[in-house]
């Protein structure tokens, strides 16, 4: 740890901030204790100056494992879903679940036109009250006329303008205005903030207000992905467990997490395992495609399950409906190579394409999921898969890995340091004579 002192003379400062990212990684390994593995695994060049172009003050890059989920049958086509996350059995459920679905007609999609929202708050200064609002609503064409120019290309690929709404917030005395655009393939953070900042001196102009702040919305609930299967209850037969049976637990596990907002929060989040791993792998923005998926779960106030299951005779359906603001372009989705090549594996879908893609991981993550919770329980094909980490922390290196995983599953071995021991002594059993 640094002293206050000197993590400032260190890290601050404009031969810190300003200086190249070799000159920052120097500064680190002469001051920052233990760094000699950061600095060692991450030592590729590119991704050096890849980091320095993407973010400030860079000092390296985060490898996060990146795997192949599937093959996934969606909507009559098969995909293998690039995923970048660092949680083991996420990708084996993945592909579970794909399977399953797979041999029983796989998984269909739907999205909506991607509309995105930016709001421009405009204080009150003129004394309008909630009568400002028919004014700005009476002006729409003016601030339509006004985005042209900047929603033109937009317009050309049959995207741009979607329209206008006005409230009033008493309690603030403010005005809101809500700007509505089809943003296509992009995620549409950057055209939407120019928009809004665009028409702030208008706003301000036709109320006599002062516009507080103008801001794209990531509630994103015009940009709805849907996903749905359907699998003949047989399907889920297990040794020990009837598949009417487990697809009847399913449908209860739902239903709770549908009622219980404490368990729809983890249902959720096993939902997110996979979109928020494809969006890592794509290069999207992870946290606004969360925040919107927790915003929709809440959106009647209280928190529910996003996905829903049914029984109808002896077949089992499952469907999952939510804001999926998914883009092909811009940001970092197009710069960075991994991204890049993720999109080329999913055949370069466009956005509302990849968004349905990632409805159907989604979906078949918490299928995988609530399958695993209602029958053996979700630690044992954790703690296997855990086996392989378990495997490396020891000692086991390249081929190791694999054998001496199957030691730690056989022998049930739990903790580091029992695995660390017996590592030793596996090694000497299998040293070369
Ligand atoms: P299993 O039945 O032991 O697997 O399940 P298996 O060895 O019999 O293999 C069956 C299929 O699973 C394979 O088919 C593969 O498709 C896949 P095959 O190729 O053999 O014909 N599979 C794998 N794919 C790639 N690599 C692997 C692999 N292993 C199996 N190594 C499994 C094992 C992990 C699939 C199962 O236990 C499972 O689905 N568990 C759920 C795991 C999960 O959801 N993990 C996320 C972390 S927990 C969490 O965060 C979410 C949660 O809290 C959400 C919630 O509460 O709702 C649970």
Known sequence: MFSRGTMKKVFSGK???LGPVHQRRSIIEAE???????????????????SEAMVEQAVGYMAVPLGLAGPLLIDGRQYMIPLATEEPSVIAACSFAGGLTARHGGISTSASDPVMAAQIFIEDKGGLGSAGIEIIQAAQESIKDKLMPMLLSMENRGGGWRGMETDWMESERIFFVTLKID??????????????????PLLEQLTGGQVLMAILSNRCENRIARAAFSLPVKSLLRPGSGGRETAERIVKAARIARKNSDRAV??????????????????????????AAHAYACRDGQCRGLSEYWLEGNVLHG?????????????????????????????????????????????????????????????????????????????????????YTQVIRREAIRSRSAAMNRFKRWKKEHAPL
């Open 319 to 403: 469907s999952l409906e939510m804001p999926l603001p998914f883009a092909v372009t811009g940001g970092a989705v197009d710069f960075h190579p991994t991204s890049r090549w993720a999109l080329a594996l999913l055949d370069n879908p466009d956005a509302r394409g990849l968004s349905r893609i990632a409805a159907a991981v989604g979906l078949m993550q918490n299928l995988a999921a609530l399958r695993a919770l209602v029958c053996e329980g979700i630690q044992e094909g954790h703690l296997s898969l855990h086996a392989r980490r378990l495997s490396f922390s020891a000692g086991a290196r390249g081929e190791d890995i694999g054998a």
């Open 32 to 50: 920052s204790p233990g760094s000699e593995d950061f600095l060692h695994s991450g030592r590729d060049e590119e991704m050096l100056s890849l």
């Open 183 to 200: 943003v296509r393939d992009a995620m549409g953070a950057n055209l939407l903030n120019s928009a809004a900042e665009r028409v702030r």
């Open 266 to 291: 983890t249902h959720n989040k096993g939902i997110m395992n996979g979109i928020s791993a494809l969006a890592l792998a794509a290069c999207n923005d992870t946290r606004a495609i969360e925040a």
């Open 15 to 17: 031969k810190f901030r």
